[in-house]
């Protein structure tokens, strides 16, 4: 396995200056200087030294800050929205969309360090880091271009029963966000931005790997928003997040991760009710092979399912049911193809196989391959589950049951558990059992093989793909989940409206109140009642 390397093979354009010291935060407007004990980041790349043992990169720190920065932190983004009469929650919407349009523009100047970090701290490979980059700046103006749609919409004065009225949607309040390791940029910003652009003022705490590459957009968030609209921090989330749930100065929990975390969070906060929740979590999306699909199409979208990046994403393929009539050959053309995929470093041409930046998962992914293996299942592929440091060869691993640990639990990593099966009621009462449920991958030729099913799981998961593997994009569409997968709808349009509320300004028509509002539309006094047109 390809984990070695010294400073004369790293590609000159693929080197960052170490270590990369990040030693301030922003709270209020300010970047503020830490002076206090730091976190040591370490890439999941090691070092070959000229004696052949093998060091972890050490690429940085981070402020490991406390209970009493994160209150800090809580009492700017709480004293910005000042009970919704802060600047920014009253501001006109065009106003904010500059401000968000000018910060796109700061963090285009960023594409090259970001992306770079995001290849040495997570070995997310080269082209998937630019694309994350690129797709992070798309989707914000996506945004802009849906809350302007959504503002003309909402441009006209309406009149039912004799009551005029202006209805708008306005900010819910201080938004906390923690965001994932996996996709640091992406999925933060599909929280963050549609967050601010609403008018809520924020505190983020990003995820423990990936944390260095927000650092070059820490200037770009400082000038571009008004002081306490945002607000980073660093540190334990356990330490930082705990006492600022605990004060019930939160009004939104914006979590992507893991559900046991989301609902420790949840407790802490003491009114429950007033708590809007914007939440991302597991899923164990399966794939189904029937026996008329196209065998080498369902290889191909099975095998990018479950093993780009790793099969660190939510939207994984985690499980493939096969029918038995098929399994053979799809199993033999899986384990050909997964042959040709390249393990190496981030920065190795059409690299596949990358470096994992938990350091934990290695120990945790032998554990599902043993276990499998006890009961019953074999390693198809050779070397499947080999390791080395942060690399773990992927596994593929048949026949799998429902006894085996793998069965359920969603590995998050480079394992692929197979499953035989002879009637098609057995995927979908896994479907309607698993505890999630937020995407499925059906493969067939047939139309009248499809409909039968696309009917039954739309009520079961959030998005039924036909002939392709799972996946978030296009942001355009909904992001969602059923069951233990997800809270609120996110991309573009549906996060506009995930982190807003409909409110409405109402005058009972008469010769007072008409002369009134008369006066507010022509004399422009007001940034809720208007009639302006955002070009």
Not at 194 to 200: D, R, T
Not at 264 to 274: A, G
Not at 358 to 373: G, N, R, S, V
Request: aromatic share 8%; charged share 20%; with cysteine.
């Amino acid at each position: 396995m390809k984990n070695l390397f010294t400073n004369s093979s790293i590609p000159e354009e693929f080197r960052i200056n170490v270590p990369y010291i990040q030693d301030r935060y922003l709270v209020n407007g300010s970047l503020k200087k830490w002076e206090g004990k730091f976190t040591e980041i370490v890439s999941p790349i090691f070092e070959a030294t000229p004696e052949g043992t093998l060091v972890q990169k050490s690429i940085g720190s981070i402020p490991d800050l406390g209970k009493k920065e994160a209150l800090e932190a809580l009492e700017s983004a709480y004293t910005a929205y000042d009970k919704g009469r802060g600047a920014w929650a009253t501001m006109k919407v065009e106003e904010r969309i500059s401000c968000v349009e000018k910060f796109a523009e700061m963090m285009l100047e960023t594409r090259d360090e970001v992306v770079k970090l995001l290849m040495w701290e997570i070995g997310k490979p080269y082209n998937e880091s630019c694309n994350e980059f690129d797709r992070t700046i798309e989707y914000i103006n996506d945004t802009i271009v849906a809350l302007k749609a959504m503002d003309r919409a909402d441009s006209k004065v309406q009149k039912s029963d004799g009551i005029y009225a202006q209805i708008r949607r306005g900010p819910l309040g201080v938004v906390l966000c923690l965001s994932p390791y996996n996709y640091p940029l992406n999925e933060t910003f599909c929280l963050l931005i549609p967050a601010l652009i609403m008018g809520n003022t924020t505190i983020f705490k990003p995820a423990r790997h990936g944390i260095l590459l927000l650092s070059p957009l820490l200037k770009a968030f400082q000038t571009c928003f008004p002081k306490g609209v945002v607000n980073l921090i660093y540190g334990s989330g356990r330490t930082l997040a705990t006492p600022i749930m605990k004060s019930g100065k939160v009004d939104v929990l914006a979590l992507i991760g893991n559900s046991k975390s989301a609902n420790i969070l949840q407790e802490y906060h003491p009114k429950k009710n007033r708590l809007r929740l914007v939440l991302g979590l597991e899923a164990k999306n399966p794939g189904i092979v029937l026996p008329d699909s196209d065998i080498d199409l369902a290889v191909k979208e099975c095998l990018l399912g479950a093993l780009a990046f790793n099969g660190q994403r939510c939207t994984a393929l985690k499980i493939l049911f096969v029918h038995e009539d098929v399994v053979q050959e799809f199993n033999q053309k899986f384990v050909e193809e997964l042959a040709k995929l390249t393990v190496g470093l981030p920065w190795d041409s059409d690299v596949n196989i990358t470096p994992l930046p938990e350091p934990t998962k290695p120990a945790y992914i032998k554990e599902l391959i043993d276990d499998a293996l006890n009961l019953g299942a074999v390693v198809l592929n050779k070397g499947g589950g080999d390791s080395l440091k942060s690399f773990v060869n992927p596994a593929v691993l048949y026949p799998v049951n429902n006894k085996m640990r793998v069965y359920e639990e969603e590995q998050f990593g480079p394992v692929v558990p197979i499953v035989s099966f002879s009637d098609i009621q057995e995927p979908l009462d896994y479907i309607s059992e698993s505890n999630y449920g937020q995407q499925v991958s059906l493969f067939s030729k047939n139309a009248s093989s499809l409909a039968p099913l696309i009917d039954s799981l739309v009520n079961q998961v959030c998005r039924v793909n036909i002939n392709t593997k799972c996946q978030r994009g296009p942001d355009v569409f909904p992001f969602v989940g059923r069951k233990d997968s997800a809270v609120s709808t996110l991309s573009v349009h549906d996060a506009l409206r995930t982190f807003s509320i409909r409110t409405l300004v109402a005058f009972r028509s008469n010769e007072a109140n008409d002369a009134i509002l008369t006066d507010l539309l022509e004399s422009n006094q007001s940034n809720f009642v208007n009639t302006n047109y955002i070009l």
